[in-house]
Every structure is written in structure tokens, then in C-alpha cells.
């Protein structure tokens, strides 16, 4: 742990020094460019300025995201955070002034605009009526208001949910209300079928630093609480990160509003009914608090806190073959049995502040940050039921010998084994940026210098207790998803184990840290011209990354068993309520007074050195990837018809530091030695969108951009290690190239004056380079850089030829006003995502294109025979659906949101497998997770102006989730069950 803090002491100090120098490049080149701006200045001075503010006319709430526009041209603007607007170099002559905003009445006023002048021009906007009746907006729909405003007026595609609108789900945390966004997948971490690792994740406009080995941002550490807006940009502009393969999900923290006073505190507890018992209640606090004393700042505060336990029950099945002299048969034998019961207790804090200066109505600065620490403590019990394969003789339903008999391995049986486990983990999440931005007659100029730093340690203590070779078993598989297990009469010991003879084997302890820090800065110019905006700027990213991991596996220097530790009350569970021993878990012993015996008496024990080294130098690390960047762009607009092309160049260089080491053909460590590696590479990213508007709320988008995706850091460490005692080598590859995707969307949106919007969107990604795990087997002869002979197995990670994610999203929110009496009163958020892949992973056998080339086929186009050799992407779900009504009268609001999301592969195969059913063949044994669905109820009602009652209920239905190898017919694995969770709560707003 020392050497990590020194480390991240090393890469602070070395990014301030290379980000000063960067960044004060950056300043030089711009003030040359600021110099040439004003050279013309004068053009500018011939033409005037329009500004303003845009406020509700019943509170006085700046209006967010207001559309103004000047009638027969193609300039306008947009509102700010404060409500103000602003429109440069207008000629001078008179016009109409027109404001639109979602959910209020259109305004128009008739302005006259002098040559060098500014013109104030404010206005206040009423809500819309119907028939002559005014429709209420409510502070939800007012919300979401502003964010489908920001949706709208955008350039590029994305998706824009308030606050509000989370607050209307039973959600906890960001994962969780990103998965109610079109394209999202279950549970929030897949975009568009390409993993969440590959999106960047910024805080605030802040990159956040990783949470793992990979580069992947935890997002369900961070509570709802916290967020103000959710954006998931889903087609990058020239003027961000190209790391966005999956695109960009944002979090806008609480922050003061339209300048006005702002205090909500919310309070609440609740309970998952079936394991209360074990891991306690839920609660939840948060309170936010932003003002504008003057006209010149402002600052927010908000502070959040969730103690927020869940639980699972697990009936585990793997599968073998039998094994003989000859090495082991085509799978078709139960060769483990397991159930568990698992409960975590995470506790997270997380605390934000924003500071905004505006000394004048040019110049604008802030400084912002988050601050985000979890600590969960998780708990498992597990107990198994091992047959010994060899015992099956030829009956696949029970092992051993029912006659007495015996072979030559007859005293050799099966066993029983029990594993309990706790983790403790804790997550630090911190951003802080600072930054201006100034709003002269003739440009924008917006610079930010920041820092995100990620931190993810863990400890894993890990008990392994097994009766020794005594029993055999009788297996019903009838129904293979609920088989059933009794020891075997004819065993040695035919009883079912007393906790005495359940003996301890070992301790496996695990300690695992990475630390990632970014610092970036960036500069910005833009320029308007006569139909648009011209933009350019630079920017550098610099990330350091540390990853350890260390394997502590050690044995006891007496004897110990289950009955020697404590058990916690209510110390047995029986696994969905079934009855008999198999679902059984008959003791839970307090695992936090086992990791303190463990601590306290770490002397006694006896630590493997193979095994530490087998996991400890090949997680040890050490990544510096440094990325500059330059952009240049333009926005051209005519009154009905919007283009934005841009170029964006980036340059990387990267250096990475890993360790080498060999086990000898006896297993014994030889030692270990540092290994490093460096390079670097450039790319260009085109970009190219229209948006055409068909009407004052519908447009048409087309879009093309290209992006980038860079290999995870554990998959970049240069480690090597050759164990000659089992003649395989695993290494990681640091040459691995980048993935690189262009990426084409077409998009038709109309948006509802009641405020809503209606969208169907196609998009398709073009994928170079994508990485997989491989497992080969390799014949080194003659010479060669190893120095090995004969045949190896290898593990490591190779670039993919070619991936192709293609699909289409639906999604429908509007409020139900055409119905006809209090039916009026509902309304609906509703989407559908349709996601499909294909990918070379390098198998030469025929895979399923889940029907793509047999279409093509049948349309008489060419098809690649190699086409069909290709396999989906992990952990994509081709179809999810989210569908939510809800209802709202007067202070009463309820809905119900229902998800279901289709199965998924979740994990590849390595290699071949032989199988025996359905019929015998060699087959990748995939892993799947099969369909997953969820109902919730969310009611929320105002006693006054001030105080609101609030109820959740999630995961209703609490249904069962399955996964399972290849068929899930015959090779099921998991079968798992959440409970259900109930929250009730208080919410005060000023």
C-alpha cells in the first residue's frame, strides 16, 4: 500500500508539471489565434448584440434551455443555466424576437437592433393552454422541460433525463436510472451493446477516473440522490474525447438553478422483507442547498448518504465428463453442486460543491467538485456437493458402487465442502475542476484545467472447509434447473456432516488495489459567422494507473473446524424456501470475528509462495497514457436545415510496467524481474452531422462519426509468466491496437408542446480491432524468443478482426391529455432498444449471425463465407424494453415501471468442449444469462407546499434469473433470487 501512495505521489507531481507545459502551449497558440480574432474586431463592430433573460411568468424561474431565434435568419441561441441568452453579430435592422420552450406559449416581440449597440431584451414566458385552459406544469414535467429543451437544441444525438424524473423511479444510484434511458441495456452498464468500459464517464464535464483493472467507471456507488441531470451523448462532436466508443455518459451534479434560492432534503428507510434479519435495514439521507445572493455568484452544496444492502440465494450446477485412463468423457455428468446465500452492506457518502463567479456579463468562472467514498462489506456462504467424476462408472445419476463392490480407486469418494467469504471494499471517487469562459461580441473563449481520480481496494477473505473422501452421491436431474442430492448409502460415511467434521483447509486471502488519476485541460475558441459558428481548440489528457493484486493462500498450523467458530443468530437458510438438505446451508458462522482469528493469529499460519506468485506478478502494474489533441469544427445553419463537420487529431503515448516471472518444472518460484514497454500512435476522427427540421418540434437527424476504444490496462500490462511445471504461459499484450469505430445514426424526434417527445432512431458501428481473451495451444520448435520446446498452452489477448453493432431504439413520454376525464391525467415513459453483433473472436467453426447473412441470402446479395464464423458481443442484450405509466392529480403522483431485457451471451469459451447432449459434438461452451425482468411502484404525494411523503417498491415480481453453458436445457448454471424492497420516506423542499 506504501508503494501505491508513492506512486500516486510520482504521478501527481509529474502531471501538474507535463499539464503546465501542455497547457501553457495551449494558452500561447490561442492568445496568437486571439490576437488574429480581433484583427476582426471591426467587421464585428459594424453589426450589434442581442442579450437577455428568460424567466417563468407565475414564479420568476429562469427557464433553462429556452429556444430564441431571430424570425427569417438563421441565428438564435439558447438559454444558460441562469436563464440568459445572447446573439452576436446581428445586422442592424428591426426583426421579430421569437422564445419557445416546451410546455409554455410561444412569445414573440418586435426588437430593432443599432449598428455597435447591445439590445437587452428579457422575457417571461406562460405556461401552454388547451381549449383556453392552462395546463399545470408540474415540477416534474418543469424538470423535464429543461432537459428535453437540452435534447433538442443539441446538434449531435443524445438523450437528456432530469432529476425529476428519477426521483419518479425507485432508483438508487446512477446505474440504476441509466438503465431507463433508450439504448442503456439491463442495468444500465451497456450502451448500445458495447460495454460501459468503453464510455467515457465524466462528472460535470469532468473524466472520472476508473474503478477496476479495466477502464470502466462504478456508477452504482454513486447515489441519485446527488444528480441534477443524466446526458448520454450517443454521437460525440469534434470537440470531445474520441475515447467514446460507446459514447459519453455525463452526471450533472445539484447545483443552484435560474438563480434561485434552492433547498431539498430528503429522508428515508426501508427493507428487502425476506433477509432483513441479516443485513439490516435501508436507509437514506441526502440534502441540497444552492443559492444567488447576488448577480454576480453562486454556489451549490448538496450532500448525500444511502446505507443500501441487497441480497441474493444461488443454486449453482457444473457440468464434466467422466474421467478414465483415457482423460475425461463428453460432458454429461453433474460435477458440482452448490447453493449460496449472499448479502452486502454498502454505505456510501458522497458530498459536491459548485462556485460560480460572474463579475460581468461577459466573463463567467467556477470551480466545482465531487467527493464519493463506498464501503461495502459483502458476505457469502456457500456448500457444495463434489462427486468424484471417476465414480460415475456408467450411471450418470449416482457415483460409487450400491453393491459394495469397488475398483481400484474405491476408497477414494466424493466430498462436501463449505466456503464462506467476506469482502471488504472501498471506492473513492473524487473530480474538481476550475474553469472560464468569456462571451465577447466577436468569440467564446472557454478553458478548464481538472482532475479525476478513481480508487478501488479490496480485501477477500476467503475459508475452505471439506469433510475428507467420504461420501458418494444420488443425483435427480430430472429437472436439471431443480436437481436434488442425497449421500449415498453405500458411502463410508452415509450421514450428513457434523460441523466437527467439516475441517478447515486453508485461507485464501486476496488484496487487490488499483488507483487511476486523470488531469486534463483544455482551450476553446468559437467564432460566429453569418450562418453559424466556427469552433476550434486543443486539449491534454494524461492518466496514470496503478493496479495490484496480491494471493495470500495459507494454512493453519492446527487443526480447526466449522464447530470451532461462532455462528451469527439465526445462523441456517434454506435456499429459496425448498425443503430438504440440498438447498440447505446449515451453519453461518460470524465471519467477522473469523477475519479477526485470522488476523490475530497471521504468525500460525503458512503462506503457499507458488500460489502468491502466480497471482501476484502478473496483476502488478503500472500505465502512463498521455493523449494531446487539436479540433477544428463548424456549425452552418439555414432557417430550416443544420450541418456540423468537424476533423479532431489525437495523439497517444503510451508506457506501461509489468513483471516477468517463471515457475519452475517442480512449481517453485524462480523469482520475478520488471518488464516495461512504450509506444505510440496517431488518429484522425471525421465528423459529419445534418439535422433537418421538419417543423418547429420535429427534426431529422443523420450522423457520422468516428471514435475510439482503447484495451483495458490489465489487458496492456507487458506481464509475463512461464510455469514449466504445466507447460502454459500467461501474458498480457501491450501492442494490442485500439479499436476504432465509425459509427452511423439516423434519427426522427418530435417533441410535445405538453412536454414529451417521440423518437425512432437506427444506428451502426463499424468495428476494427475489438480485443478478446484467447487460449491457444503453441508448438515452439528450433529457435525461437521464448527459448521453449515442445507444445504450451498460452493465455493472453489478441486484437479481433472485425465487430459490428447494429439496431434500433423506440421511445415514447408524453402525458395522456387527448383522453378523455381524469384519464387525462396519465402518462407514459415508454422505450424499446434493439441491439444486434456480430464478431471474429477467431473460431474457425460456424457460428450463428442470428439470421443476418441467411437474410442477405435470401435477397440474392453476396455473402463471405467467413461471414458465418462469428459470434455476438459479451454481455449484449438484443432486446430491452422499459415501460412505465404513471398518473398525477392535483399533489398525487404514482407510476409503475416495468423492464424486461432478453438473454445475453455473457462470457466466451476459450476453447472446444465435448458434449453429449442433445447429441454428441465438440462446441464452445458460452455462457449465457437468460431474460431478465423487474416491476416497480413509485407514489408520491405533497401534504403541503413544503413536505412530501414518498413510497418505493422494486423488483415485485422478485422472479428467478437463470444462466447456463451453451443450451439452457441441459447445461444450466446459476438460478438465482433477489428479494424485494420497500422504502418509505419524508422530503422537505423550500
Same mark, same amino acid.
Given at each position: 500500500m506504501q508503494r501505491s501512495g508513492s506512486i500516486f505521489t510520482k504521478d501527481f507531481g509529474s502531471a501538474l508539471r507535463l499539464i503546465g507545459r501542455s497547457f501553457f502551449s495551449i494558452q500561447f497558440v490561442g492568445a496568437v489565434l486571439f490576437v488574429m480574432m480581433l484583427c476582426t474586431a471591426s467587421v464585428f463592430a459594424q453589426n450589434g448584440t442581442i442579450r437577455g433573460e428568460v424567466k417563468e411568468a407565475e414564479t420568476g424561474e429562469a427557464l433553462i434551455g429556452a429556444n430564441v431565434i431571430l424570425q427569417g435568419t438563421s441565428k438564435g441561441a439558447s438559454t444558460d443555466i441562469d436563464g440568459r441568452y445572447v446573439i452576436r453579430n446581428v445586422s442592424p435592422e428591426e426583426y421579430t424576437l421569437i422564445f419557445r420552450y416546451l410546455g409554455f406559449e410561444s412569445k414573440d416581440v418586435q426588437i430593432t437592433v443599432e449598428a455597435g449597440q447591445t439590445l437587452t431584451q428579457n422575457m417571461e414566458m406562460s405556461a401552454t393552454t388547451v381549449q383556453g385552459e392552462e395546463i399545470q406544469i408540474t415540477a416534474q414535467q418543469r424538470g423535464q422541460a429543461r432537459a428535453l429543451s437540452e435534447q433538442r437544441k443539441s446538434v449531435n444525438i443524445k438523450n437528456v433525463i432530469s432529476s425529476e424524473q428519477i426521483e419518479s423511479f425507485a432508483d438508487n444510484t446512477v446505474t440504476d436510472a441509466l438503465s431507463r434511458i433508450s439504448g442503456m441495456g439491463h442495468g444500465g452498464t451497456n450502451i448500445r451493446g458495447v460495454g460501459a468500459g468503453s464510455a467515457n464517464v465524466t462528472m460535470d464535464g469532468q473524466r472520472m477516473g476508473a474503478t477496476g483493472g479495466n477502464r470502466s467507471v462504478d456508477l452504482s456507488t454513486i447515489s441519485s440522490d446527488m444528480v441534477q441531470d443524466l446526458e448520454v451523448i450517443k454521437v460525440i462532436t469534434p470537440d470531445m474525447d474520441a475515447d467514446a466508443l460507446a459514447g459519453v455518459i455525463n452526471i450533472n451534479t445539484r447545483r443552484p438553478v435560474g438563480g434561485e434560492r434552492d433547498l431539498n432534503i430528503r429522508l428515508g428507510g426501508g427493507l428487502q422483507d425476506r433477509y432483513v434479519r441479516h443485513m439490516g435495514t435501508n436507509r437514506r439521507a441526502s440534502i441540497s442547498y444552492g443559492d444567488s445572493p447576488s448577480d454576480t455568484y453562486s454556489f451549490g452544496l448538496n450532500f448525500s448518504y444511502q446505507r443500501d444492502p441487497s441480497a441474493n440465494e444461488v443454486l449453482r450446477?457444473?457440468? !464434466?465428463?467422466?474421467?478414465?485412463?483415457? !482423460?475425461?468423457?463428453?460432458?454429461?455428468?453433474?460435477?458440482?453442486?452448490?447453493?449460496?446465500?449472499?448479502?452486502?452492506?454498502?454505505? /456510501?457518502?458522497?458530498?459536491?460543491?459548485?462556485?460560480?463567479?460572474?463579475?460581468?456579463?461577459?466573463?463567467?468562472?467556477?470551480?466545482?467538485?465531487?467527493?464519493?467514498?463506498?464501503?461495502?462489506? /459483502?458476505?457469502?456462504?456457500?456448500?457444495?456437493?463434489?462427486?468424484?467424476?471417476?465414480?460415475?462408472?456408467?450411471?450418470?445419476?449416482?457415483?460409487?458402487?450400491?453393491?459394495?463392490?469397488?475398483?481400484?480407486?474405491?476408497?477414494?469418494?466424493?466430498?462436501?465442502?463449505?466456503?464462506?467469504?467476506?469482502?471488504?471494499?472501498?471506492?473513492?471517487?473524487?473530480?474538481? $475542476?476550475?474553469?472560464?469562459?468569456?462571451?465577447?461580441?466577436?468569440?467564446?473563449?472557454?478553458?478548464?484545467?481538472?482532475?479525476?481520480?478513481?480508487?478501488?481496494?479490496d480485501d477477500q477473505y476467503r475459508m475452505s472447509f471439506e469433510t475428507r473422501s467420504r461420501q458418494e452421491f444420488i443425483f435427480d436431474l430430472e429437472d436439471r434447473w431443480n436437481p436434488s442430492v442425497e449421500i449415498a448409502p453405500w458411502s463410508r460415511n452415509p450421514s450428513y456432516p457434523e460441523p466437527s467434521q467439516m475441517v478447515f483447509q486453508d485461507m485464501d486471502h486476496r488484496i487487490n488495489s488499483n488507483v487511476d488519476n486523470d488531469f486534463e485541460a483544455s482551450i476553446d475558441f468559437e467564432v460566429p459567422h453569418r450562418w453559424g459558428e466556427f469552433k476550434f481548440g486543443s486539449?491534454?489528457?494524461?492518466?496514470?494507473?496503478?493496479? %495490484?493484486?496480491?494471493?495470500?493462500?495459507?494454512?493453519?498450523?492446527?487443526?480447526?473446524?466449522?464447530?470451532?467458530?461462532?455462528?451469527?443468530?439465526?445462523?441456517?437458510?434454506?435456499?429459496?424456501? /425448498?425443503?430438504?438438505?440440498?438447498?440447505?446451508?446449515?451453519?453461518?458462522?460470524?465471519?467477522?470475528?473469523?477475519?479477526?482469528?485470522?488476523?490475530?493469529?497471521?504468525?500460525?499460519? $503458512?503462506?503457499?509462495?507458488?500460489?502468491?506468485?502466480?497471482?501476484?506478478?502478473?496483476?502488478?502494474?503500472?500505465?502512463?497514457?498521455?493523449?494531446?489533441?487539436?479540433?477544428?469544427?463548424?456549425?452552418?445553419?439555414?432557417?430550416?436545415?443544420?450541418?456540423?463537420?468537424?476533423?479532431?487529431?489525437?495523439?497517444?503515448?503510451?508506457? *506501461?510496467?509489468?513483471?516477468?516471472?517463471?515457475?519452475?518444472?517442480?512449481?517453485?518460484?524462480?523469482?520475478?524481474?520488471?518488464?516495461?514497454?512504450?509506444?505510440?500512435?496517431?488518429?484522425?476522427?471525421?465528423?459529419?452531422?445534418?439535422?433537418?427540421?421538419?417543423?418547429?418540434?420535429?427534426?431529422?437527424?443523420?450522423?457520422?462519426?468516428?471514435?475510439?476504444?482503447?484495451?483495458?490496462?490489465?489487458?496492456?500490462?507487458?506481464?509475463?509468466?512461464?510455469?514449466?511445471?504445466?507447460?502454459?504461459?500467461?501474458?498480457?499484450?501491450?501492442?494490442?491496437?485500439?479499436?476504432?469505430?465509425?459509427?452511423?445514426d439516423i434519427l426522427f424526434e418530435h417533441y410535445f408542446m405538453?412536454?414529451?417527445?417521440?423518437?425512432?432512431?437506427?444506428? *451502426?458501428?463499424?468495428?476494427?480491432?475489438?480485443?478478446?481473451?484467447?487460449?491457444?495451444?503453441?508448438?515452439?520448435?528450433?529457435?525461437?524468443?521464448?527459448?521453449?520446446?515442445?507444445?504450451?498452452?498460452?493465455? !493472453?489477448?489478441?486484437?479481433?478482426?472485425?465487430?459490428?453493432?447494429?439496431?434500433?431504439?423506440?421511445?415514447?413520454?408524453?402525458?395522456?391529455?387527448?383522453?378523455?376525464?381524469?384519464?387525462?391525467?396519465?402518462?407514459? *415513459?415508454?422505450?424499446?432498444? #434493439?441491439?444486434?453483433?456480430?464478431?471474429?473472436?477467431?473460431?474457425?467453426?460456424?457460428?450463428?449471425?442470428?439470421?443476418? +447473412?441467411?437474410?442477405?441470402?435470401?435477397?440474392?446479395?453476396?455473402?463471405?463465407?467467413?461471414?458465418?464464423?462469428?459470434?455476438?458481443?459479451?454481455?449484449?442484450?438484443?432486446?430491452?424494453?422499459? +415501460?412505465?405509466?404513471?398518473?398525477?392529480?392535483?399533489?398525487?403522483? +404514482?407510476?409503475?415501471?416495468?423492464?424486461?431485457?432478453?438473454?445475453?451471451?455473457?462470457?466466451? +469459451?476459450?476453447?472446444?468442449?465435448? %458434449?453429449?447432449?442433445?447429441?454428441?459434438?465438440?462446441?464452445?461452451?458460452?455462457? *449465457?444469462?437468460?431474460?431478465?425482468?423487474?416491476?416497480?411502484?413509485?407514489?408520491?404525494?405533497?401534504?403541503?407546499?413544503?413536505? $412530501?411523503?414518498?413510497?418505493?417498491?422494486?423488483?415485485?415480481?422478485?422472479?428467478?434469473?437463470?444462466?447456463?453453458?451453451?443450451?439452457?436445457?441441459?447445461?444450466?448454471?446459476?438460478?438465482?433470487?433477489?428479494?424485494?424492497? %420497500?422504502?418509505?420516506?419524508?422530503? #422537505?423542499?423550500?
Open positions: 450446477t457444473e457440468w !464434466g465428463g467422466q474421467k478414465s485412463f483415457e !482423460g475425461y468423457g463428453p460432458m454429461d455428468r453433474l460435477a458440482n453442486l452448490g447453493t449460496e446465500l449472499n448479502f452486502s452492506v454498502p454505505q /456510501r457518502i458522497g458530498t459536491g460543491l459548485q462556485f460560480t463567479f460572474q463579475p460581468s456579463e461577459v466573463s463567467t468562472y467556477h470551480v466545482q467538485g465531487m467527493f464519493n467514498v463506498q464501503n461495502r462489506t /459483502r458476505y457469502q456462504y456457500a456448500l457444495s456437493y463434489n462427486p468424484r467424476l471417476e465414480n460415475y462408472i456408467e450411471n450418470p445419476f449416482y457415483t460409487g458402487f450400491p453393491d459394495g463392490g469397488g475398483g481400484p480407486d474405491a476408497e477414494n469418494q466424493g466430498t462436501m465442502s463449505y466456503s464462506p467469504r467476506m469482502d471488504e471494499a472501498t471506492i473513492h471517487q473524487y473530480t474538481v $475542476q476550475a474553469g472560464g469562459r468569456h462571451r465577447l461580441d466577436n468569440m467564446d473563449i472557454e478553458y478548464k484545467l481538472g482532475w479525476g481520480h478513481g480508487r478501488f481496494n486539449s491534454s489528457s494524461l492518466t496514470y494507473k496503478r493496479g %495490484i493484486g496480491e494471493r495470500l493462500l495459507r494454512e493453519y498450523s492446527s487443526n480447526l473446524d466449522v464447530s470451532k467458530f461462532q455462528q451469527i443468530e439465526n445462523g441456517s437458510w434454506q435456499i429459496f424456501n /425448498r425443503a430438504g438438505s440440498t438447498y440447505q446451508i446449515p451453519w453461518l458462522i460470524d465471519l467477522e470475528k473469523a477475519r479477526d482469528f485470522y488476523i490475530t493469529q497471521t504468525p500460525r499460519f $503458512q503462506t503457499d509462495l507458488e500460489e502468491w506468485a502466480l497471482s501476484t506478478e502478473t496483476s502488478d502494474y503500472f500505465a502512463n497514457e498521455n493523449t494531446y489533441a487539436a479540433y477544428v469544427m463548424g456549425n452552418f445553419e439555414v432557417e430550416w436545415f443544420t450541418v456540423l463537420g468537424g476533423l479532431r487529431v489525437e495523439h497517444t503515448f503510451n508506457k *506501461y510496467e509489468g513483471r516477468e516471472s517463471e515457475i519452475s518444472q517442480s512449481g517453485i518460484f524462480r523469482g520475478a524481474s520488471d518488464i516495461s514497454n512504450s509506444n505510440s500512435y496517431t488518429n484522425f476522427f471525421p465528423n459529419l452531422q445534418t439535422v433537418f427540421s421538419l417543423g418547429d418540434l420535429t427534426n431529422v437527424r443523420f450522423a457520422y462519426s468516428r471514435s475510439i476504444g482503447r484495451p483495458s490496462f490489465s489487458q496492456l500490462n507487458p506481464y509475463i509468466q512461464r510455469n514449466y511445471s504445466t507447460r502454459t504461459i500467461q501474458r498480457g499484450n501491450p501492442d494490442l491496437d485500439p479499436m476504432l469505430s465509425n459509427n452511423f405538453n412536454v414529451g417527445q417521440f423518437t425512432v432512431g437506427l444506428f *451502426y458501428k463499424d468495428m476494427k480491432d475489438f480485443v478478446f481473451s484467447s487460449t491457444e495451444i503453441v508448438d515452439y520448435t528450433g529457435d525461437n524468443e521464448e527459448g521453449l520446446t515442445g507444445r504450451w498452452t498460452v493465455d !493472453g489477448f489478441k486484437n479481433g478482426e472485425e465487430a459490428k453493432v447494429y439496431g434500433a431504439e423506440i421511445s415514447w413520454q408524453q402525458k395522456l391529455e387527448f383522453l378523455p376525464g381524469r384519464l387525462g391525467n396519465l402518462a407514459t *415513459y415508454s422505450n424499446y432498444s #434493439y441491439a444486434q453483433s456480430i464478431a471474429d473472436v477467431g473460431r474457425q467453426e460456424e457460428q450463428s449471425t442470428h439470421g443476418l +447473412a441467411e437474410f442477405k441470402e435470401l435477397l440474392g446479395m453476396k455473402v463471405d463465407p467467413e461471414y458465418k464464423y462469428v459470434t455476438p458481443l459479451e454481455g449484449q442484450r438484443p432486446h430491452v424494453i422499459n +415501460a412505465g405509466l404513471e398518473y398525477s392529480e392535483g399533489d398525487f403522483f +404514482a407510476q409503475v415501471s416495468y423492464q424486461w431485457a432478453a438473454n445475453a451471451l455473457s462470457s466466451y +469459451a476459450g476453447e472446444q468442449t465435448a %458434449i453429449a447432449l442433445p447429441q454428441p459434438e465438440e462446441v464452445y461452451l458460452d455462457q *449465457y444469462n437468460d431474460a431478465a425482468q423487474d416491476l416497480s411502484l413509485t407514489v408520491r404525494y405533497w401534504i403541503n407546499s413544503s413536505f $412530501q411523503i414518498w413510497f418505493d417498491a422494486s423488483n415485485i415480481l422478485n422472479n428467478k434469473e437463470f444462466n447456463y453453458y451453451y443450451d439452457a436445457d441441459y447445461y444450466p448454471y446459476t438460478t438465482e433470487l433477489d428479494g424485494r424492497e %420497500i422504502t418509505l420516506g419524508l422530503r #422537505y423542499r423550500l
